[in-house]
Nanobody, 123 residues
């Protein structure tokens, strides 16, 4: 059984930085990857980033534009999302989740999700 627990959300000013953390328990190597999604009320959940397990390749949503970086520390069973220069439109609940990338889109067909952490970007 895979369990994912996020932390690190909060209020950040536009142009600042924030690091989200995800504690991973359970075996995730059977899945395509591990990553982050986000959701704003009234909108569909969208893929932020997905780190592929077998070769370390990384997917980022188009809106990231080089501002966010996903990393994984296997020794600590942790996955991180470094958010640099966030903007108000990045305000959302961020979810750590298993992931898969097909074409230009990330999804989570495996249905392992954390509970989410709120990120609010505001001055």
């Amino acid at each position: 059984q895979v369990q994912l627990v996020e932390s690190g959300g909060g209020l950040v000013q536009p142009g600042g930085s924030l690091r989200l953390s995800c504690a991973v328990s359970g075996y995730i190597e059977d899945y395509y990857g591990i990553g982050w999604f986000r959701q704003v009320p009234g909108k569909e959940r969208e893929g932020v980033s997905c780190l592929r397990n077998n070769d370390g390749s990384v997917y980022y949503g188009d809106f990231v534009k080089g501002r966010f970086t996903i990393t994984r520390d296997k020794t600590k069973n942790m996955v991180y999302l470094q958010m640099n220069s966030p903007q108000p439109e990045d305000t959302a609940v961020y979810y750590c989740a298993t992931c898969r990338v097909v074409g230009t889109k990330a999804s989570n067909p495996y249905e392992y999700w954390g509970r989410g952490t709120q990120v609010t970007v505001s001055s």
